[in-house]
């Protein structure tokens, strides 16, 4: 259990954290930060910077906590989203951010205002917030506040305001730029930290015979632990639907809106210095995805062979953790709550942008002041915050499983999303109204399938979902004239080509993805 000396190490990393955040967000005596400065870090940050930074705002709790709860009941499958996240990762940095970067854009909602009107961006706009606060937010300070308890003894409700606390210390003053230098040091505590735990806990399975003993044991125990693609009478595969888990639309689905159109994932790359840039940090952020089985998979298949019967799924990681020694503990615990407060910060970051740059500059008046839409930002953050923090426990206090929660929930939208973005960006004939016509399809489809048929899996019904979605949107769009729009993106413009070593890596991740999944099918 927690000491003085890992309650003094998670101290000194909170104050080495915050003091990092201060001293990178400084600005010269007698200037003024613009919303550009604030919001997308002047867009000036380096590939190691913009890499590091989307897995750290991608890998939180609910990824840590929620993903290693899946391997104890799963296994290895469950890693389907880290794995192939790194193709989807690619064809972002390829198709996508070329177009994003020649924009200028701040945002996904400005950019469908620029090639729609403001009623696409309002929608677009307040779909994501609801969605950020009362979903992502939610629960990253449920599980972070879980795992504080399950280690600490604090309770919960302590958890969820000492997260609050921590997020909101270096996160207001210092915008985009702050999250992703200290997401550097996240990364790599992450990182060390998830490692750590599983050597602990394979080399005390193998009873002080070495991790590759201890994996062979547990291999032998538990073979099923290892499938990558599970077979029809797997009680699980409703959530990870066999051979369609990789061949079927719903997870390529879910991939492309999370990493090629979810503000607080792009907006890294869109801070980026060029789009050559950008690109070497998404392939750096790829190769991490490659690595994340182990650092927060393993740990759950591990927990379910030295403690086999747990309250909750989602306590295994945290359970985990009770095995390493004090002061490595204390440095892992500080790896937990970085990724927890760098997820925290990346999203209400993003929650400011939005609701400054979309929804309050749309209604305001007249021009704001920078200083202005600063503040604005900023008591965005706050109030996004504390009402996840007043909501968490009612919303989520009784679930288990939550990382196939908030998968099944968010993919009730992210259908019509998809393809909002992609008619936008290749299409130059959709319109305002077939987009909004996608959208109200891709809820209402997605709720109908979802309580009228609660066991069908929702991988496949996010399928059906974007296919009809598009499907309205063209016969919406054939209805109105079938006419190329004013608006429309113009390609030719846009340079798409990439660098000899983008597309050596390509090939590299590639390679690595099929070696996996013939080996472990």
């Known amino acids: 259990m927690f000491n003085s ?210 994996l062979g044991i547990v291999y032998s125990a538990m073979p099923e632990k290892f499938d990558m693609i599970l077979s029809p009478d797997n009680p699980s595969y409703n959530n990870l639907p066999g051979v369609w888990i990789l061949i079927g639309a719903g997870v390529w689905i879910g991939h492309f809106a999370y990493w090629g159109f979810n503000q607080y994932i792009t907006q890294r790359a869109l801070g980026a210095k060029s789009v050559r840039e950008a690109q070497k940090g998404v392939m750096f952020a790829a190769y991490l995805k490659l690595l994340m089985p182990l650092v927060i998979v393993l740990p759950g298949i591990c927990a379910a062979m030295l403690f086999p019967v747990l309250e909750k799924s989602d306590q295994a990681y945290p359970t985990m953790m009770s095995l390493l020694p004090n ?63 007043l909501l968490a426990k009612p919303l989520l206090g009784s679930s288990d499983e939550i990382f196939q929660y908030i998968q099944n929930f968010t993919g009730m939208f992210t259908p019509g999303i998809l393809v909002i973005f992609l008619v936008a960006l290749f299409w130059k004939k959709a319109t305002t109204m077939s987009v909004l016509v996608a959208a109200i399809l891709s809820v209402s489809m997605s709720a109908f399938i979802t309580y009228t048929f609660p066991e069908f899996p929702y991988i496949h019904r996010m399928g059906i979902v974007f296919f009809a979605s598009g499907f309205g949107c063209y016969l919406t769009t054939l209805a109105q004239g079938y006419l190329d729009q004013e608006k429309a993106i113009d390609l030719n413009g846009i340079d798409f080509s990439t660098s000899k070593a983008f597309n050596i890596n390509t090939l590299v991740v590639v390679s690595v993805l099929a070696v996996v999944y013939g080996v472990f099918w």
């Open 327 to 389: 002061g490595l503990l204390g440095l892992t615990f500080a790896a937990l709550i970085a990724a927890i407060v760098s997820s925290l910060a990346s999203m209400t970051n993003s929650i400011s942008t939005i609701f400054t740059m979309d929804v309050y500059r749309s209604f305001a008046r007249t021009d704001v002041a920078q200083s202005k839409l600063i503040s604005i930002g900023r008591s965005a953050v706050v109030l996004s915050l504390l009402t996840a923090v």
């Open 5 to 214: 000396l890992d309650w003094a190490i998670v101290a000194l990393y909170c104050i080495g954290i915050i003091s990092l955040a201060t001293y990178v967000s400084r600005t010269k005596a007698g200037t003024e930060r613009s919303a550009e400065d604030y919001f997308l870090a002047g867009r000036s940050l380096p590939w190691w910077a913009i890499g590091a930074s989307l897995i750290a705002a991608n890998i939180s709790a609910e990824q840590i906590i929620g993903m290693s709860g899946q391997g104890f009941i799963v296994g290895m499958a469950i890693a389907v989203w880290e794995l192939t996240a790194a193709i989807a990762l690619i064809v972002m940095a390829k198709f996508f951010l070329p177009l994003f970067l020649e924009k200028r854009i701040y945002t996904m909602p400005q950019f469908l205002e620029q090639r729609f009107d403001k009623r696409v961006s309002l929608v677009l706009s307040f779909f994501w917030l609801t969605v950020y606060i009362f979903v992502n937010l939610t629960a990253v300070l449920w599980l972070g506040s879980l795992a504080i308890n399950t280690l600490t003894g604090l309770s919960l409700e302590n958890g969820l305001i000492l997260l609050a606390i921590l997020s909101l210390a270096y996160s207001l003053s210092g915008g985009l730029k702050a999250v992703a230098m200290t997401d550097i040091v996240q990364v790599v505590l992450l990182i060390f930290g998830g490692l750590a735990v599983s050597y602990i806990a394979l080399d005390k399975i193998s009873e002080g015979n070495g991790i590759f003993n201890g």
